[in-house]
């Protein structure tokens, strides 16, 4: 695992400039890679490579990069684990390839040099960011791992190319040109994250997952993929499993794991994250399995018993006889990432479980290097509750004639949310619902709505119309929202489950995993998401993935071969932290500062009435807005940490210092 970043300057530059620039952009990510520095350059071809290793197979100098292929024709810079890589070099070595060491880069480069760059690619199983440079045709290539668990930018400015880990790199170059992209603002209010392949900025862009680029001397650049999810879904509702469940169970923990096993090869200390629920707990099982001593397993403890699910990765990890470590994280603990966020996440981002993430990277990084997740299962298996409940309330309204359901919705909108609220004080509490007034509007918003699809969009939206609070703005969308998918995915929770592969697993909880982890340099592998694992189950009937709609069906079948029922089953949690109280409390000065209304005018960037009366409802306890609040915030703390050096830097100040 590492940190890359390149140069190509296609107009010609000193080799001076070159080097100094190169090695300023590979300075940014040392955090990424502490273990080794190294910086390779073609002064004929102006372009230059750079790299932050953290060592994890081949510890040796034989692994250093940026690394050259032995016949000279091709560069390497690498970010990622390749677990397959001992397949692949015993084929090469069967062509005739003689290596130097025992790395993963070396065999790619060399598999460059025998198969062409994208037929390398193409035979990779593992999670990487690449950037491969061909000498003799001078092109430059950069691609990424299917699924999306590794970031890579990249951004063409004139005849600068630049490209980088994270954004931070291609900042470091005095050729970076930053306008942001008000549209993908927008965008962000909406999602908490910034949809691929947009950026904060308006000409950077993210490699897409399974996205393959090549670029020559002139000309644009040509941008395409080497695998297409959507064209495996197609492929496996062709040829759909036929197998009775046993022989579907059999089958997938088998896959599962020869996944889980081949991401415990390491030559640094290993373990895994372990939260108790079906997820981790799976992954856990296996490495147990496949493992000769106890595994390494972590979770944190937090004072708020309402977030705090380490008793049940206690159980879990006590029948399976791992060698379980539970942090004990007060609140402060907690707290003290928020001024971090800005820095670690170098544009906009809001999923507020990165403050646990992050702390719990933080504290298993002080035992092990490579810590294993349960992270995809949710997206492979339609874990999440929100599937469900779509489904659940459009059901009924299919019997309504849209008319009607328009004037139901219009009759339900009559009334503020306030006053639903009040009304139902008087309700027993048992059979109280919690901000009655808020959930009854979403539920008009859904009956608004024309198809299953864009109820779900509404679903998974933190704001409905984004564009009222970014002036100038018209929002950008991910393309798999405008696919007409109903040919090829009957069912609506798997179109669910594809769009949230497409956008939300990538853009959101890989991105989260990525920025929390290496911001310690702890490598987080995620078995759930081998590609071969995601091309089987996508050849699954609907049925069978969820059967009646029993979330993770046939994940838990596999589960239940190692771990009991009762040690899993309960309501999910997710890895959540009390915002609303927070924000309402030791965090409302900092929310203040961030928000105040001479600040907002100055940045020019939102209505500053509306963002200024959404504080103030949220103050007076409207809990229904406090997701998007933290948005606000999270932008707010960007654009004072990155928009201008000279700006004072609050968002990196000691937070005691912004407490009541």
């Not at 190169?22 to 350059?41: E, K, Y």
């Amino acid at each position: 695992m590492c940190g890359i970043s390149g140069i190509w300057e296609r107009n010609g530059c000193s080799l001076q400039d070159l080097k100094r620039w190169a090695s300023a952009m590979t300075q940014t990510l040392s955090h990424r890679g502490p273990d080794d520095s190294g910086v390779w350059l073609s002064e004929q071809a102006s372009i230059a490579f750079g790299q932050r290793r953290l060592a994890i197979i081949d510890l040796s100098p034989t692994g250093h990069q940026p690394m050259v292929s032995a016949n000279g024709q091709y560069a390497i810079t690498f970010n990622g684990e390749i677990y397959n890589y001992r397949e692949l070099r015993a084929e090469l070595e069967r062509c005739g390839v003689r290596f130097r060491g025992h790395s993963d880069t070396e065999v790619i480069v060399e598999g460059f040099a025998q198969w062409g760059v994208k037929s390398t690619i193409t035979r990779l199983n593992g999670m990487f960011a690449i950037a491969a440079w061909d000498a003799g045709e001078h092109q430059l290539f950069l691609a990424r791992d299917r699924m999306g668990e590794k970031p890579l930018y990249w951004a063409i400015f004139d005849g600068l190319v630049l490209f980088g880990s994270e954004l931070k790199a291609l900042h470091a170059h005095p050729g970076w040109k930053r306008s942001l992209n008000r549209g993908a603002i927008a965008a962000f209010l909406r999602h908490s994250y910034l949809p691929g392949p947009f950026t904060i900025y308006e000409g950077v862009y993210k490699l897409p997952p399974a996205g393959f680029i090549k670029i020559s001397s002139g000309g644009a650049p040509e941008v395409g993929s080497y695998w297409d999810l959507a064209g495996v879904i197609t492929q496996g509702q062709r040829n759909t499993l036929r197998a009775d469940e046993e022989g579907l169970v059999d089958e997938l923990e088998a896959l599962l794991h020869d996944a889980v096993s081949r991401r415990m090869i390491a030559d640094v200390p290993l373990g895994a994250f372990l939260s108790g629920g079906y997820d981790s707990s799976t992954i856990v099982a296996l490495m147990q399995k496949a493992s000769l001593r106890p595994v390494r397993t972590f979770t944190i403890s937090f004072e708020n018993p309402a977030f705090d699910e380490a008793k049940h990765a206690e159980a879990v990890a006590r029948h399976l006889g791992t060698d379980h470590t539970t942090f004990p994280v007060s609140g402060a603990d907690a707290l003290d990432v928020v001024p971090k966020l800005a820095e670690m996440y170098d544009e906009p981002f809001a999923d507020p479980s990165q403050i646990p993430t992050h702390v719990l990277s933080a504290l298993t990084r002080r035992r092990v290097t490579v810590a294993l997740s349960g992270d995809g299962g949710d997206e492979l298996f339609s874990g999440y509750d929100g599937y469900q409940w779509t489904e659940s309330v459009w059901r009924p309204t299919t019997k309504m004639p849209p008319a009607l359901r328009r004037l139901v919705a219009s009759g339900i909108r009559a009334v503020p949310p306030s006053t639903y609220n009040s009304i139902a004080r008087y309700v027993p509490y048992f059979r109280r619902v919690s901000r009655v007034g808020q959930k009854a509007h979403r539920l008009a918003q859904i009956f608004s709505e024309s198809s299953i699809d864009s109820v779900y969009y509404q679903v998974v939206s933190r704001h409905q119309n984004p564009d009222n609070l970014v002036k100038g703005s018209q929002e950008v969308r991910t393309a798999c929202w405008g696919q007409n998918l109903e040919g090829i995915l009957p069912d609506p929770v798997d179109r669910m489950r594809y769009r949230d592969m497409c956008t939300y697993l990538p853009d959101d909880i890989l991105t989260k995993v990525d920025r929390a982890s290496m911001a310690v340099a702890l490598e987080v592998r995620v078995p759930l998401l081998d590609h071969r694992l995601v091309e089987w189950v996508w050849k699954l009937p609907s049925l069978q993935n969820a059967r009646a709609r029993r979330p993770k069906h046939l994940l838990r079948r596999v589960l239940a071969r190692h771990v009991p029922d009762h040690l899993v089953e309960r309501p999910k949690m997710g890895f959540a932290v009390p915002l609303a109280d927070w924000l309402r409390g030791p965090l409302r000065n900092w929310a203040e500062d961030l928000m105040n209304e001479a600040c907002l005018r100055a940045d020019d960037v939102f209505d500053v009435e509306g963002i200024r009366a959404l504080w103030a409802n949220f103050l007076s306890g409207d809990d229904e807005r406090h997701f998007l609040i933290w948005n606000i915030l999270m932008f707010q703390a960007w654009h004072r940490r990155w928009s201008d050096a000279s700006v004072a830097d609050t968002a990196t100040r000691p937070l005691a210092t912004l407490l009541n």
